[in-house]
């Protein structure tokens, strides 16, 4: 069973993960968009173009936000031992 502590904790990543992502994606997506629109670039492929695009920094930015939260776990734990 889940603690109200690991709840709180998981909720706490899941908040700075997703206003990271804002943060990112909001001028991300506005540069994108203007390149796609450069390129003329069909609304197929703008959508393939910034899903990969987008899908990458996802994965990258939750790796380093997931190792992140994974170390401050590990460091208050040592404290507690």
């Known amino acids: 069973m889940v603690s109200e502590k690991d709840k709180k904790a998981a909720f706490k990543e899941s908040l700075g993960d ?3 992502a804002t943060v990112i994606n909001f001028p991300l997506n506005f540069f ?4 796609c629109y450069y390129m003329e ?10 899903t990969a695009v ?3 920094i996802a994965v990258a930015r939750k790796y380093f936000v997931r190792l992140y939260f994974h170390e401050k776990y ?3 734990r040592k404290k507690l031992l």
Do not use: G, V
């Not at 994108?32 to 390149?35: A, D, K, Q, T, V």
């Not at 670039?41 to 910034?50: G, L, N, P, V």
């Open 41 to 50: 670039f069909t609304a197929f492929q703008s959508t393939c173009f910034i």
């Open 18 to 20: 997703t206003l990271l």
């Open 32 to 35: 994108l968009i203007s390149f």
């Open 54 to 56: 987008l899908f990458t």
């Open 74 to 76: 590990l460091t208050k």
